[in-house]
């Protein structure tokens, strides 16, 4: 009887530490909001860490203001301003390409049959695929992300956030797990602004060439 008690007792502990792991592995980063509100962003990548040599994928997770609405990328025929995303990375980290969640057709029929465009509301993801070179040393690496959309209601304004994502990089061997799978399950479906789905892109690594680094002017809104 004591014996069963105690491993009734073990199990529920078991279960306990479990749960807060999960927990604690999944806690999202703080939101950064953009300087006029209408959107905030966070990114993380989907392990707890990466092992030097190794590919990891980021998922960066855009909250729109209610009632307002942001642009694909690319927009579609209409008028708007596309959504862009600029990654400043350090040394022995590359990513690919920005892609794109699916976006949704968004009709403005009272500016004519032909100015529908590709939009979000609500949220947005984008995401990339980075690799970690062989030589990076253990340790947490900062990439700085840059946001930059055109918020539209009944009138439009700029919005643009800075915020960033912390690469967890581990020595060869030591334990991780995955993280963050709900906002990686759109990835697939995801698309670069050209057009080509993660599995197109050509390179042995996800990235061939270092991300951009510039920082993306301040675009006036216009429609």
Known sequence: ????ALSIVLTLAAIVLLTGRTTAQDKLPERAWGENNKV?????????VVHPGESFRLAVDVEIEA?????GNPTGPGTGKATELSVAAPKGIRFSPVLYSKPFKYE????GPDEW?????GHARLFLEGHVAADVAPGDHEVKLTLDVLACTDSCVPDFV?????????AAGSAKQPAFAKLFQEFDQART??????SELQ???PATEPAPAVTPPRSPAHG
């Open 40 to 48: 905030g962003a966070l990114a993380v990548t989907d392990s707890t």
């Open 203 to 205: 390179a042995g690594d």
């Open 193 to 198: 602004a050209g057009g080509k789905a993660a």
């Open 1 to 4: 009887m004591v014996r069963k």
């Open 117 to 121: 465009v590709w939009a979000y509301e």
């Open 67 to 71: 009632g307002w609405h942001i642009y």
């Open 108 to 111: 403005q029929p009272d500016l």
């Open 162 to 170: 800075e915020f960033k994502a912390i690469i967890r990089v581990a």
